[in-house]
């Protein structure tokens, strides 16, 4: 197959290129979706070396939509040079500020123009419900690069007022410039999401980009790649090449000309990467790791509201939500109602198709996932915690797990310590009205990347607000985020933010000019 696309060029006008790559076209969700199914590299379609493939799975019926080219660390290699040559020479490190800006706002536009293929793709690949693939995995990659769009022409440093050699005279001024080549690795939960989130900041700060999606999950990542020739994005600034953590990821890690990792995933290959970063060249790295986000619902809350948001709060993407609420703690005094509302609700969720549009809970986004739920489950049941629904996979075709909750949590289960990233709700009681003793719970994990609190009292939120050991607090809302907030988390959730201005920062290096007059 080939396609015929109308490159735009970085300084307006456009040409017609024919460009050789092969399209995967599959018919799905009433439309023909067409995407690449070859690595990304220097502006290119081109197959792995040597010839390597992974399979994609859609995750409602197992079958295989594609093969998909696997990277090896020569593939890496060739990416790594091609972001070295743009960065250093070519067009990207030529243009100014706003004209990257421009660029990346036409990259907007054109996921925006193929919002619902994307939002396919995506659905078709992870298993996401479609409605909520279109508002939060695409909308929300959308909303992304354009926040970053905006800052392009606005990254600023300062001019500080320093002691004088006297009897001359100084000043100091701080330039804020782009690292060079960075490196993403990202997880398959939110794939264009989270591709987005790194790689908008990362390139608004005029850096190239080496980045691996998730092998289980890649599709969105190559299809964005083709809008980002469409937008005229110059060669070598995008660089996409799905493959194995354990060796394209490790090769990006690894690889002495990159000198940033942004990554997304678990904790535990977090360690490994961080562990890499330092061997290989020091480089810089920032970590969104995995999360056990308490909840805490006091009786003075809003009954209806809270349910409502503790449901969202961890069934919101099948549970596959790195700020699930992976804890609830329910005053004593509200427990069995609370529990009994939720258990109602949980057991009306329609699961199904994530093309049907009454769909509210697709299949888990792979079959070692959906596994380690059953184990998950399992667990709970054997250390002793009383499960009220699910708890098992579906009886049904496709990765489907059933949504589960389980009460009756004690401090020391499995359960109450680990992420499931599935739709697992996890409750335990407290004693009404202790609030230090129900923070200190709260607090004792390992993890801290969110929490929630329900209560009307506003002295008591805040003062939990200020207690929790956590990146993000919400407060009578949960899952509110935004591309304006910073969003990253504490402890061995990692450190770095994503969003926000601060993200920015993530991806820049503060350059002090001291003069003499
Ligand atoms: P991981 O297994 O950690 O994988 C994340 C990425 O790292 C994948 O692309 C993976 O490649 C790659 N990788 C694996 N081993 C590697 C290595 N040795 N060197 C370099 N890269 C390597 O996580 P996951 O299972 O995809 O995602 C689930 C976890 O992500 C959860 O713990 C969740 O909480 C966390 N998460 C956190 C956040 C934030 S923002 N904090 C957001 C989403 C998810 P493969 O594709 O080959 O596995």
Known sequence: DFAQLVITKCRGGSETKKLMHKSIDVF????????????????????????????????????????????????????????KRAFEDGEWSKISARERGHLLFRLADLMDAHREELASIESLDSGAVYTLALKTHVGMSIETWRYFAGWCDKIQGSTIPISHARPNRNLTITKKEPIGVCGLVTPWNYPLMMLSWKMASCLAAGNTVVMKPAQVSPLSALKFAELSLLAGIPP????????????????????????????????????????SCADSNVKKVSLELGGKSPL??????????AVR?????????????????????????????FVERVVKETKKMVMGDPFNRSTEHGPQNHKAHLDKLVEFCNLGIKEGATLLCGGKRADRKGFYFQPTVFTDVEDHMYIAQEESFGPVMVISKFASGNVDAVIKRANNTEYGLASGVFTRDINRALYIAEKIDAGTVFINTYNKTDVAAPFGGFKQSGFGKDLGKAALDEYLKTKCITFEY
């Open 28 to 83: 799905a969700n009433n439309m023909t979706l067409h995407f690449p199914n070859q690595l990304f590299i220097n502006g290119e379609f081109v197959d792995a070396v040597p010839n390597t493939t992974l399979d994609s799975i859609n995750p409602h019926d197992e079958s295989v939509i594609c093969k998909v080219q696997c990277a090896s660390k020569d593939d890496v290699n060739k990416a790594v040079q091609a972001a």
């Open 296 to 305: 805490i619902i006091f009786n003075d809350c809003d009954l209806d509201r």
């Open 309 to 337: 948001m503790a449901m969202s709060g961890v069934f919101f993407n099948k549970g596959e939500n790195c700020i699930a609420a992976g804890r609830l703690f329910v005053d004593s005094s509200i427990h069995d109602e």
């Open 236 to 275: 070598g600034v995008i660089n996409i090449l799905p493959g194995k953590g354990s060796e394209t990821g490790n090769a990006i890690a690894n690889h002495p000309d990159i000198r940033k990792l942004g990554f997304t995933g678990s904790t535990s290959v977090g360690q490994v990467i961080m562990r």
